[in-house]
Nanobody
Framework: QVQLVESGGGSVQPGGSLRLSCAAS????????MGWFRQAPGKEREAVAT????????????YYVDSVKGRFTISPGNATNTVSLQMNSLKPADTAMYYC???????????????WGQGTQVTVS
């Protein structure tokens, strides 16, 4: 059974930084795409950043929603099937519950992901 565990959320002032981490256990597929999605109250869930973690670094692909480009960076962790999201220059508009997702054939659409974490709250105020 695949389980995703997120960590790193919290409260920060505008302009501050946070780092989210996610680890997928029980994942046995040969390839993986991992992503961070967020959902604010009354809004739809949106993809923040996703990454296809390839065996060869040159095959790696990333996606960022326009509103976070230049501020957020998604990267593979040192351990297998882990991913981090470095969030800099945070804005109040970034306040949301952040969810980690993983699957084999997925990229930027939430419907493509079968495996989800429980979420971690990020509050910028």
């Amino acid at each position: 059974q695949v389980q995703l565990v997120e960590s790193g959320g919290g409260s920060v002032q505008p302009g501050g930084s946070l780092r989210l981490s996610c680890a997928a256990s029980g994942y046995t597929y040969s390839s993986i795409c991992m992503g961070w999605f967020r959902q604010a109250p009354g809004k739809e869930r949106e993809a923040v950043a996703t990454i296809y973690i390839a065996y060869r670094p040159e095959d790696q692909r990333t996606y960022y929603v326009d509103s976070v480009k230049g501020r957020f960076t998604i990267s593979p962790g040192n351990a297998t099937n882990t991913v981090s999201l470095q969030m800099n220059s945070l804005k109040p508009a970034d306040t949301a519950m952040y969810y980690c997702a993983a699957d084999q054939f997925a990229f930027r659409l939430s419907a493509q992901y079968r495996y989800w974490g429980q979420g971690t709250q990020v509050t910028v105020s």
